[in-house]
């Protein structure tokens, strides 16, 4: 019969089973009161991504400690699952989910909490509004642009904004915005991550005020990572 693995305080780190989640408590606190600090006065918020600790009490740690947007991200269903089962009450899944098994278990999520989910193809949007309606939930959608990163991503502003209209069309969604995630090698001076931060974000607030222009509200502007996190949150019209 399966046991909870739940080892005693003091174990030695060899006498542990994997896998096991290890943490230096004064670094964690450190760094999330970083981050709190930096958005505490800011009209940008975080939206802290839980992909790498997985754990959703380290989530609702972060989200206490303030200057939070009071939810997550996700990078598949499975994690979301694992946020909204313990309490997190809002969960964006910054991947596109295009597997029908996994936009119905989406759908299932969207009863229990906010769930956001990032496009960037219409026929995914069309996928995703008919299992919504099958569940009778709503699902927010925000539209991914590719911004350097080479995975996935409308193109251009073109592309956004028709998907955009797409989305808004389709019943059971709610277009909420755009995202868009990027990256710099190796760790970059401060100069170096404002001028790049800068220049590949001046992207989406370009295609938002596409959107915004062609009369669709943008709630959600959702940008930056760990290196331009000081960026980011500088920049006017971004709100995550």
Known sequence: MYQQYRPMTGTPIEEL?????????????????????????????LRPHSKNHKTPALAHRQIRRGGTVG???????????????????????TSEVVAPLKIDRLCSLASQAEML???????????????????????????ELETGLRRCGVQDIAQGLALA????SLPGLTF?????????????????????????????????DAIVDAGIPVEIVSTGETWSYDVAGEIPGVTE
Do not use: W
């Not at 989910?117 to 539209?143: F, P, Y």
């Not at 209209?165 to 808004?168: S, V």
């Not at 760790?187 to 370009?206: F, K, S």
């Open 165 to 168: 209209q797409t989305i808004q």
């Open 71 to 93: 939810g997550v991200c996700s990078a598949k269903v499975s994690e979301a699952e694992v946020m909204v089962h313990g309490g997190i009450p809002s969960v964006f899944i």
């Open 176 to 208: 909420r915005g755009i995202m868009s995630h990027q990256v710099i090698p190796a760790l970059p001076e401060r100069e170096d991550r404002v001028t790049e931060g800068y220049r590949m974000i001046q992207n989406v607030i370009d295609l938002k």
């Open 17 to 45: 089973d994997t896998p096991c989640l290890i943490l230096d408590m004064d670094a964690l606190d450190h760094n999330m009161d970083v981050m709190a600090g930096y958005y505490a006065g800011r009209e940008s918020k």
């Open 117 to 143: 989910v990032a496009c960037d193809d219409a026929d995914n949007a069309r996928n995703l509004s008919q299992s919504a309606v099958a569940g009778s939930v709503n699902l927010g959608v925000v539209i």
